[in-house]
């Protein structure tokens, strides 16, 4: 009769101790309400937002976010060892004008923002915001740095960090070097939160 009181004993303990961790985790968060929450496939990614570096690209990013425009938007071009483009909600939305075809050319249907450079460096896990060649054309496409590519820097707009869940951004499906990182079936983000509205 013990026996089954003491697992039960230690199954309780086992899942308060899980709960009490998940809640850490999200109280350990400096800012919920520039904390972007990913939901991937393989789990969810966290990016801190830097307001005080790029305010009106995170704004954007948070409004887009709140609207639930970024859901089911897929990972148009990723190449391996440097980034995972997404944010096209125009034609990356797979439940939505999904057009594979013309992914990475869409954006929202607000205006293009100004250039927000930095010297916050392009470095693993930075989030940058994607732009056609006029650097004032960002607008909803981002990119999660694989790795450090210095040769961004001061070129495009850093607007935040992955601080978890960066093993779930290395394990998005690649695509082809050859094709400039054009991914057949890509995979998409399921959906994008900001934490304080979790």
């Known amino acids: 009769m013990t026996r089954p009181i003491a697992t039960l004993a230690a199954l309780t303990l086992t899942l308060t101790l899980a709960f009490t961790l998940t809640e850490a985790r999200a109280v350990d968060l400096k800012d919920p309400e520039n904390t972007l929450v990913i939901e991937l496939d393989d789990g969810e990614v966290y990016a ?4 005080d570096v790029a305010p009106k690209h995170v704004e954007r990013v948070k409004e887009l976010a709140r609207a639930g425009e970024y859901d089911d938007v897929v990972f148009h071009r990723v190449i391996d060892g440097f980034m995972a483009q997404t944010g096209d909600v ?26 927000e450079f930095s010297s916050v460096p392009f470095e693993r896990g930075a989030v940058g915001m994607a732009r056609s060649q006029n650097p004032n ?3 909803s496409q981002f990119f999660i740095m694989f790795d450090e590519g210095s040769f961004l820097n001061g070129q495009y707009t850093v607007l935040g960090k992955v601080i978890e869940g960066m093993e779930h951004v290395d394990a998005i499906k690649k695509g082809s070097k050859a094709a400039n990182g054009a991914v057949d079936d890509p995979d998409r983000m399921i959906s994008v939160k900001v934490a304080a509205d979790r």
Request: proline share 9%.
């Open 137 to 139: 054309s960002a607008n």
């Open 90 to 115: 125009q034609f990356g939305d797979k439940a939505n004008g999904f057009d594979l075809r013309r992914a990475g050319t869409g954006s929202s249907d607000k205006p293009d923002l100004p250039a």
């Open 48 to 51: 801190e937002l830097l307001p």
